[in-house]
């Protein structure tokens, strides 16, 4: 199988490249903007049996689809699976929103998914190819933290385009469905949690202390059901909003927002 992974040179996108090699995949295409650490990761996969490609892109791009599939095209003749990791996720409130944060946001997290699968399932269908595609949502995407307004709209839209596409792709063979991880221990948050929470460098040992499960979520366990997804083992799974939280939604007492929860709209006025 030929998997498309977006965003997969580090974190959940890199623990997804790495399981889909472990599992025997026969090619890969990864994107990212860094050439060092996308080209040394290409050849690590390659060394290890599994053709990879690295794209070195902004997938926010108007071109970056075409880009990518082309690529894809060249080295492997056709694709089965994408995966669609890469996100934006900094810090925003309705308070300090602007607008140039705002459509940097959409661009990422729904445009460049939604424009990836379209010159995918293209070539797909023009190859005879059935396949898989997962994107990665959210939990905040049922609803979200107020610190987090314009990317928990992304992630709700993404859900929507999920349900939207595997309905409307299914009579080509071709599966669509999200998963959505909660607080996950990766590399990006950890720098957000230290440039926009002013949060201590060694922050991930109170934070995990406060889950249920004594940890946060970690990229090997939200990789590994993404490849379940992708593969013939989850036969017909399609269309579905997979939550990897320590949470149920629905479920327990309605969560009562403290104060430091609140945006209070005194930090400042942009009209963006």
């Given at each position: ?12 996108g890199?623990?997804?490249?790495r ?5 025997g995949?026969t090619?890969?295409?990864l ?7 996308g ?5 690590e ?17 108007p ?53 990836l ?14 396949g ?10 049922h609803g979200?933290q ?41 590399e ?27 940890r ?51 930090t400042?006025f942009?009209?963006?």
């Open positions: 199988m030929i998997t498309i992974v977006n965003g997969g040179t580090q974190g959940l890199e623990a997804v490249a399981k889909l090699v472990a599992d995949a090619g890969l295409v994107t990212g903007r860094s050439v060092a650490r080209n040394a990761l290409a050849d996969l390659s060394a290890l049996g599994t053709p990879t490609e690295f794209v070195s892109v902004d997938v926010a791009a071109d970056a689809p075409a880009t990518i599939v082309d690529r894809c095209t060249s080295r492997f003749g056709t694709v089965n699976n994408v995966v669609n990791v890469a996100a934006l996720t900094t810090r925003s409130t309705i308070f300090d929103e602007t607008r140039q944060h705002f459509e940097a946001m959409m661009a990422t997290n729904v445009e460049a998914p939604y424009f699968v379209q010159a995918a399932v293209r070539l797909m269908v023009a190859t005879d190819s059935s898989s595609i997962v994107n990665v949502g959210s939990t905040s995407g979200g107020p610190r987090l307004t314009s990317y928990s709209m992304s992630k709700a839209a993404l859900a929507v385009m999920t349900k939207n596409l595997a309905f409307g792709l299914m009579r080509h063979g071709i599966r669509v469905n999200q998963v959505n991880p909660g607080w996950m221990d990766t990006s948050e950890h720098r957000v949690q230290l440039a926009e929470e002013n949060a201590p460098e060694n922050w991930l040992v109170a934070a995990e202390a406060e889950r249920p499960m004594g946060l979520v970690k990229p090997w366990e939200v990789a590994n059901t993404i490849a379940f997804c992708l593969s013939p083992d989850s036969g017909m799974l399609t269309g579905n909003i997979i939550d990897m939280d320590q949470s149920v939604q629905g479920a327990g007492n309605p969560p009562i927002p403290s104060e430091s929860d609140m945006p209070t709209g005194r400042g942009s009209a963006g």
